[in-house]
């Protein structure tokens, strides 16, 4: 699991932001899983301590978000 660039509290504000045309990007806080350059990737939020509300399987190219499934 990762985490997306920005710290959205649901996954609709993380979908509205998408259709905006932000630049998303994600990254793992532990580090010992890099996220993928490409391909499927599945995050979460909002960003630990929190508990996580919602979950999400994205499209990512060149380590961009293009897409959430």
């Not at 932001?17 to 990737?41: D, H, Q, V």
């Not at 979950?55 to 961009?64: E, H, I, L, P, T």
């Amino acid at each position: 699991m990762a985490y997306t660039s920005t710290n959205f509290k649901s996954k609709k504000e993380f979908k509205e932001a998408l259709k905006r045309g932000e630049r998303i990007t994600l990254y793992n806080p532990s580090g010992m899983f890099p996220t993928k350059n490409n391909g499927t990737e599945y995050v979460e939020g909002p960003h630990y301590p929190k508990p996580h509300m919602w979950y999400a399987a994205v499209k990512v190219v060149d380590g961009v978000v293009v897409s959430i499934k």
